[in-house]
């Protein structure tokens, strides 16, 4: 490709302003009062320019799913998010626990062409827990699979936990776990506190999240590897992860978006919009979670976004799929937890969003500071814009928990390997193949 770009007067993550020059698929120039031949200069004054966003956690539900979300709808509303790279979650159907699985994943998403697609490997066979799947064949594939987990469902046995972390040591690899003590949660229809009690509904325990990743945190230290917890949700969550890391262990940690936002309280409105896994907590779940989110305790934020048709969210509370959408509304709220709480800053955004889910995850070309020579994956915001959202979305799915609210931000601009997947807000109508 032969594109030139000059994205003039941009505000870096450090607070300093320059231009940046693209050429093809690397950033060619940054400085001040960059001329460049043959570009074309995109106005950029009042916009943040940061690393393209990396997402540890994203459902694309393709093999399988496809009433839900395709590798292609998925990674359109990724771009419209700011991404640049999604990690996408094993459990599809078939499940990707092979390596055939893996690689077919990774050449939709190069098809797709709108971010880098990174497969997660399942843990065990299946995704039931009982047998280790062939986690060496996925990571000597194509698809260079580091990250491994069996995301929705807990890896239960602790054997089997163990064998697993030490297994991915011989590559640099990261367990990934979705840390929910089965037994304790069975049947379990949100949060288990006083909302649960006064509807009735059967209550998820903090202690079923806590207990999974006390014991994992003791595992990998055990066995001196990698363990990464998914979605933290409880303040005492973020105790044992603080604790962990002071003691050394290498546990790495994320939030979600909506974690850093919704409460149980929504939960009273019956409607299974707000019907997720793990369920949303209390406000003290949230501000814990918030504040170890800003002083580095949790690591990323990642979106278990998770599509799914109308029909398995409008019906009865019971009855409903457990998952949210996140992609295209996380930087919003990033920015409402990070910059409008004035708490922090726009380096530790890029960090959250981009820069540390890739190092977690061993990538390469994404996730990389903004700098000469480096693959030209860039997310452009608008920071003063207010948005409403809106239920229109480029996934294929509906089940948005923010509609009807007002988030701050806007991304307007998303840079992909050199060529705009989006553009003042729009969806290039086809990706960069
Ligand atoms: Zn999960």
Same mark, same amino acid.
């Given at each position: ?34 001329? !460049? ?9 009042? =916009?943040?320019?940061?690393?393209? *966003? ?35 979650? &094993? ?7 092979? &390596?055939? $699985? ?22 065990? $066979? ?22 491994? !987990? ?51 509904? &059967?209550?998820?325990? &903090? ?17 001196? !590897? ?40 929504? $939960? ?24 170890? =989110? ?54 530790? *955004? ?84």
């Amino acid at each position: 490709m032969s594109t030139k770009f000059l994205f003039k007067n941009a505000q870096l993550q450090d607070g300093t302003f320059a231009d940046i020059e693209v050429t093809g698929d690397l950033i060619s120039a940054i400085g001040v009062g960059l001329l !460049s031949e043959g570009a074309e200069v995109i106005d950029s004054t009042g =916009l943040i320019a940061l690393p393209g *966003f990396v997402d540890l956690h994203t459902h694309l539900r393709e093999p399988g799913f496809e009433q839900s979300e395709t590798v292609l709808t998925g990674t359109q509303a990724a771009a419209m998010g700011g991404y640049t790279a999604v990690h996408a979650m &094993a459990n599809t159907s078939p499940v990707a626990d092979t &390596a055939g $699985v893996v690689e077919q994943v990774a050449a939709l998403g190069r098809e797709a062409g709108y971010v880098d697609v990174l497969p997660i490997g399942a843990v065990t $066979v299946g995704l039931e827990g009982k047998q280790m799947a062939e986690l060496g064949a996925m990571a000597n594939s194509k698809a260079k699979v580091k990250v491994f !987990s069996d995301d929705g469902k807990c890896v239960h046995d602790p054997v089997i936990m163990r064998r697993a972390l030490e297994y991915v040591k011989a590559f640099d690899g990261v367990i990934a776990q979705h840390a929910q003590e089965p037994r304790l949660t069975e049947g379990a229809q949100m949060n288990e506190g006083a909302v649960s009690a006064e509807l009735g509904l &059967a209550g998820w325990p &903090a202690v079923a999240e806590e207990s999974i990743i006390a014991r994992d945190v003791l595992l990998a230290e055990h066995v001196n !590897s990698r363990v990464h917890i998914c979605h933290l949700s409880t303040a005492g969550s973020v105790e044992i992860v603080r604790w962990a890391k002071a003691r050394g262990i290498k546990v790495t940690a994320e939030v979600t978006p909506h974690h850093l936002l919704l409460t149980d309280e929504l $939960v009273r409105s019956y409607n299974a919009v707000y019907k997720v896994n793990p369920p949303l907590r209390t406000q003290k779940d949230v501000l814990a979670l918030r504040e170890a =989110l800003i002083d580095g305790t949790i690591d990323v934020i990642g979106t278990d976004h998770a599509p799914h048709p109308i029909e398995a969210k409008d019906c009865e509370w019971n009855a409903a799929a457990f998952g949210m959408l996140g992609l295209e509304t996380a930087a919003s709220i990033a920015q409402e937890v990070l910059i409008e709480s004035g708490k922090s800053n726009w380096a530790r *955004f890029a960090e959250v969003m981009s820069t540390k889910p890739a190092e977690i995850a061993g990538d390469v070309e994404v996730g990389q500071e903004l700098e000469i020579g480096s693959v030209a994956n860039i997310a452009f915001i608008d920071p003063a814009a207010k948005r409403t959202i809106v239920a229109e979305s480029a996934s294929k799915s509906i089940n948005n928990p923010y509609v009807g609210m007002q988030l701050p931000g806007r991304v307007l601009h998303t840079v992909y390997r050199g060529y705009l997947t989006v553009r003042d807000g729009v969806l290039a109508s086809k990706g960069r193949n």
